[in-house]
């Protein structure tokens, strides 16, 4: 069975400073991994997805994730944070190895000081 | 890019009432149609998957004949809530899928409130 955990419901940083999501998966087959922004009452963005290619996965707005099988984690990244990068970020694995039926983790808000 | 609009972005309405949600893909034909709810400050749970033609796989612990789904066409899908209820209060996120390879494409979600 895959789940996901997301530490930390809720992080703080500063306009410039580093931006460090973290996500652990567990997964008895090879996982499909991705990432998510909510916006305020809107739906889910795709930020970027690790499908078994590359493990350093480039993703829009500057983000990336790195697929490390032996830490199992994808934790998200950003050299500097924008005040617009505030928002809630999802952590999702795909059931079965495909990209449908994703589980999502519970979420992290990330909120941006100026 | 993919397109998916939802619609109504927001409903209110009294309790007993049924409400339609419906999901569209603008740009490209959905053969699968996934159904989530999202409680405040919580996770999406997905409600049930909808193949086009064919009946909607509902997760386990979601009424099936109180959640309605509808997947007629490859661009359209619709959940109703039927009999709405104020604990059936909550934000409803379809999103569409044109392969099993392919990701998931969200739309922008309906928040119902059941007074």
């Not at chain 1, 400073?17 to 795709?46: D, E, H, I, K, T």
């Not at chain 2, 309605?68 to 379809?94: G, K, M, Q, R, W």
Request: glycine share 6%; proline share 4%; hydrophobic share 35%.
């Amino acid at each position: 069975a895959q789940s996901v955990t997301q530490l930390g419901s809720h992080v703080s940083v500063s306009e410039g400073a580093l931006v460090l999501l973290r996500c652990n998966y567990s997964s008895s087959v090879p996982p499909y991994l991705f990432w998510y922004v909510q916006y305020p009452n809107q739906g889910l963005q795709l930020l970027l997805k690790y499908t078994s290619a590359a493990t350093l996965v480039k993703g829009i707005n500057g983000f990336e994730a790195e697929f490390k099988k032996s830490e199992t984690s994808f934790h998200l990244t950003k050299p500097s944070a924008h005040m617009s990068d505030a928002a809630e970020y999802f952590c999702a694995v795909s059931v079965a190895g495909g990209q449908g039926n994703l589980i999502f983790g519970k979420g992290t808000k990330l909120s941006v000081k100026p | 890019g993919a397109v998916v609009s939802q619609h109504p972005s927001r409903v209110i309405c009294k309790s007993g009432t049924s409400v339609k949600i419906e999901c569209r893909s603008l740009d490209f034909q959905a053969t699968t149609m996934f159904w989530y709810r999202q409680f405040p400050k919580q996770s999406l749970m997905l409600m049930a998957t909808s193949n086009e033609g064919s009946k909607a796989t509902y997760e386990q612990g979601v009424e099936k004949d109180k959640f309605l789904i509808n997947h007629a066409s490859l661009t359209l899908s619709t959940l109703t809530v039927t009999s709405a209820h104020p604990e059936d209060s909550s934000f409803y996120i379809c999103s569409a899928s044109s392969r099993e390879d392919q990701p998931q494409h969200f739309g922008d979600g309906t928040r119902l409130s059941i007074l």
